[in-house]
């Protein structure tokens, strides 16, 4: 076997499917005998879609949610705005769809991709040498052990991967318990995100679209309520009346639970040939729903790097980039999500003051931008590796452009797949396309018509829909130049396993 992915949540699914999709041979460990019904998760950025659309993925969960395009933050009489229309993307919104669509929709692709889930299947030790990873499985039938060239821990919060690795999670758990529960309401509310936030907490209310609301409730009267007592429909309808101040009015629910929430992040990603992604490697608290998104993205980052080296041979430096390109969107993520929700639950001297320097502080066009970019994860980039030549877009995320292809309207994204490099030459002498072929195995290379990101003449994207080198009108050697590039980040023509 060689990935094994552990877990069968969002991360693991993206990722065994993406491997998959290149030819490496994948299997994923569940320790759960059933799928899950919990779906804390309810929402999927900008970012995310558009990996998903790589994929030709995005579309299809589009149609089962619920576009928002702002948050209106309500505090006691006051209130402020956060827009989430993003020009930059196809996707101008964050996308409400309940977890278990999402976690539906990636299990789908990896069942037609023939990857083996075996559920039930418990891992209790890790081994690893320089040829690969020794995992022991207890299941049903009893322990056995699976050697594989590469392990991924998905494996969530309580990952059994980092703690086999000695991995530090470092945080802390914050001391509100949290209400998660799917509400219907007396009252009409605007289809955006609408936070409420009262004396004693704060009540997240993000709309399905379907007259459903996904209720997110930090209640300090409620804080040390035991997570083992059931939620209670007055409980509910209580916290909501009071934090709302009295606008808001329970009519019904359908599920609901109670958990801790934490803000943690792994120390490494990588310990040798085992990599830690997802809920395993950072956990946020629910605030701007980020949590699940970016461990949708942390496999897009990885799974093409596994499949190059699985290939082989790949650049000695490009697994290491996994845990430097990932490790400190995980940080600026938890940091975003820690200081939304340190300012909904504050103590009483910032109370007192929030409800102005909020909207004082997103009324600035810039800071408002930030946080937006931000949040929806289309304002993240990579630092160039030191072992390439960079050119003025590596590591930028690149948009989503039209193109036209053989006389064909398409765009960028279509062209994409999440598992090889995209070469788009929009030149009239076709330099860099021709300069390319020879790496026709693992880089799909295209002579287009169009206007790229920047200027460009010629762009060479990364499987995650990163730059990793363009061409900009009036440099000379473009040919040497796109050689060099493809050398140095999908290795020497011919060079596969």
């Known amino acids: 076997m060689t990935v094994i992915v552990v877990g069968a949540g969002p991360t693991g699914l993206m990722l065994a499917g993406d ?6 041979e994948v299997r994923i460990l569940e320790r759960r005998t059933e799928e899950s019904n919990l779906t804390r998760a309810f929402a999927v950025h900008a970012r995310t879609l558009e990996q998903l659309d790589a994929r030709g993925l995005a579309d299809e969960l589009v149609d089962q949610g619920f576009p928002v395009k702002g948050v209106d933050v309500t505090f006691g009489e006051r209130g402020l705005h956060l827009s989430m229309d993003h020009p930059e993307s196809r996707f101008p919104y964050v996308l409400m769809v309940q977890q278990a669509r999402t976690e539906a929709l990636l ?60 991995v530090r999670f470092s945080g802390h758990s914050y001391d509100t318990h949290i209400i998660l529960a799917d509400v219907r309401l007396q ?18 209310l993000p709309p399905y679209g379907d007259g459903w609301f996904r209720a997110t409730i930090w ?13 209670t429909f007055d409980e509910v309808a209580d916290s909501l009346r009071r934090l709302s101040g009295g606008r808001l ?69 490009l697994l290491d980039s996994y845990e430097s390109e990932r490790h400190p969107v995980g940080r600026a993520t938890l940091r975003l999500s820690d ?17 102005y320097v909020a ?12 946080v937006r970019l931000l949040m929806s994860g289309l304002g993240y980039s990579y630092t160039p590796p030191a072992a390439v030549t960079s050119s003025d877009a590596t590591g930028e995320r690149v948009g989503d452009v039209p193109l036209t292809v053989d006389g064909t309207d ?16 929009t030149s009239p002498d076709g330099a860099a396309a021709d300069a390319a072929r020879p790496w026709a195995d693992r880089v799909r290379v295209v002579r287009a018509r169009g206007d790229l990101p920047g200027g460009a003449t010629a762009l060479l994207v990364r499987p995650d829909g990163y730059a990793a080198w363009d061409a900009r009108p009036g440099q000379d050697g473009v040919g040497g130049r796109v050689r060099d590039a493809l050398a140095q980040w999908a290795g020497p023509v011919g060079a596969r396993n």
Do not use: C
């Open 19 to 24: 491997l998959a999709e290149a030819g490496t």
């Open 410 to 425: 398409t765009r960028l994204y279509a062209e994409l797949d999440g598992v090889r490099f995209l070469l788009v030459d």
């Open 359 to 370: 909207p004082a502080l997103m009324g600035v066009e810039r800071v408002a931008r930030r």
């Open 187 to 204: 009252d009409e509310l605007p289809p955006m995100v609408n936070p409420f936030i009262g004396h004693d907490g704060i009540a997240l």
């Open 249 to 317: 009015h329970l009519a019904e629910t359908r599920w609901s639970t109670r958990f801790l929430s934490e803000r943690r992040q792994a120390r490494h990603y990588r310990v040798g040939r085992v990599f830690l992604a997802g809920d395993a490697a950072h956990v946020h608290s629910p605030m701007g729903a980020m949590g699940m998104s970016t461990g949708i993205q942390d496999a897009a980052n990885l799974s093409w790097k596994l499949a190059a080296a699985e290939r082989g041979p790949a650049p000695a430096w």
């Open 107 to 166: 299990q789908r692709r990896v069942e037609r991709l023939g990857v083996p889930i075996v559920r039930g299947a418990e891992v209790t030790g890790l081994a690893q040498d320089e040829d690969g990873v020794t995992l022991t499985v207890r299941t049903a039938e009893g322990e056995h052990t699976e050697r594989a060239a590469y392990a991924v821990g998905a494996d969530g919060a309580h990952s059994t991967l980092r703690g086999l690795l000695g």
């Open 339 to 355: 200081i939304l929700l340190r300012m909904a639950v504050a103590p009483a001297a910032v109370r007192a003051v929030r409800s």
């Open 219 to 231: 209640d300090r009267t409620r804080q040390d309520v035991p997570l083992t007592e059931p939620v």
